[in-house]
DNA sequence: GAGCGGTGAGTAATTACTCACTCACTTATT
DNA sequence: AATAAGTGAGTGAGTAATTACTCACCGCTC
């Protein structure tokens, strides 16, 4: 009656939101073709029949899984800040380290590869989502900057994916494959910064030539 | 006899064979859960029984393929020799056009992204010939220029992981995800090695901005 | 008592895998 | 040279288990 099993009966947003998070990860962690509706089910603690009922078939709750997952952009905002002020060193910064911190969870980025390989359709809306969103909006700067003689001349577009390029390479790495860690979230931040940035800077070219002084 | 089709019996080695064959490019394009047994027979043109005459289970099948397709290192020999010749830009354009280049097939990448995500226990066999081989042994480059005072100081291993990942994350834009490239392979290539060894080599910097942010 | 959250018990299709068997070809014996 | 016996490649027709999905039916709460 009152207090033991209390079980109040969820209502159908609550259910599925519990069902989208528990297939979320069951996804991420197995695939689309590798997880059942039966898993799911029981990861939610309801019948498998109430899966169905909130979600017409398998597909439909993988697809709601991707449309809701994209939320970003409170990165983005501080990223314009600092554009603005044309602090380069925070800018990559902070693109960086959002990607690389200690709490970060592999599961977007597990389903945003799962559902590339498996070619899903809201595939390409997930990434342009998660990652396109980040080369574009570096690239704009990365333009601006050229324009304004901070940077050397190169294709903005493709410099842009060479620093995400370095980021997400570091995430495969240790989230995907393994491969453990060797410095802090930090120390790694700040390297890869500091080798692009270097990079980029425009400074006057004095043809490459070791200069042994220490 | 004669008469009709002149179907000679395959030798259990081509018969193998052919069946790996047609097993990679499937699990390459639907993963290890998504492909049957049975599209992988008709594939290879045989009953599914025989599949199964080879390969004592489907998952033992996807070992194979995964045990056999660690070919790789006819590059190493040439980044060997630039690297002794101390020729920087000729030792990071080899290894990024080696994966950036027109006829690449994404089979490889595919295979080793499923096997990672899936969690096949030859993943990390088969990811230590494809890819750790390429930064450890730039790893140790870098840090013998380091060494000789040509490159800044810098941690070796992440300086590799960082061009490396350039490299893969392009391929896996325009291979798993389906972006196009705006650049020739070439352009993109020099594009990313100027990028990086312009970050690495050794200049006298005037600028006061580069300093640990904190 | 109506609507809604919730379920147990299905079902048809698909799955990995097996088995009894045939057929092409080789080798040993006549 | 003829043929019997053996070997291994190859298959059609299964099977038991699992799959995504359905449906008739509860029982709580407005």
Redesign the pocket.
């Known amino acids: 009656m009152t207090a033991r099993s209390k ?9 599925q939101a519990g069902l989208i998070t528990a297939a979320a990860s069951l996804f991420a962690a197995k695939g ?2 590798g ?7 029981r990861a939610a ?17 993988y697809g709601a899984i991707l449309a809701e997952k994209v939320t970003v952009n409170e990165l983005l905002e501080a990223v314009e800040e600092s554009a603005k002020k044309r602090d380069d060193r925070r800018v990559f910064t902070l693109i960086a380290s959002f990607r690389i911190r200690p709490g970060a969870d592999s599961t977007l980025l597990r389903l945003l590869l799962f559902s590339a390989l498996e070619g899903h359709e809201l595939s390409a809306m997930f990434f342009g989502k998660h990652h396109r969103v980040f080369y574009d909006h570096l690239a704009t700067y990365i333009e601006t900057r050229i324009v304004e003689g901070a940077f050397r001349k190169v294709d903005p577009l493709l410099a842009a994916r060479a620093f995400i390029g370095m980021v997400v390479h570091h995430r495969l790495l240790h989230e995907i494959f393994g491969v453990p860690m060797h410095r802090s979230h930090d120390e790694t931040v700040t390297t890869y910064v500091d080798l692009f940035l270097a990079g980029l800077v425009h400074e006057p070219k004095a043809p490459a030539q070791r200069r042994r002084s220490r």
Not at 7 to 15: A, G, I, L, V, Y
Not at 35 to 41: F, G, R, S, V, Y
């Open positions: 079980q109040r009966r969820s209502t159908s947003q609550e259910r689309f073709n997880t059942t509706t039966k898993e799911i089910a603690g309801v019948s498998e029949a109430l899966v169905f009922k909130h979600f017409p078939t398998k597909r439909a709750l």
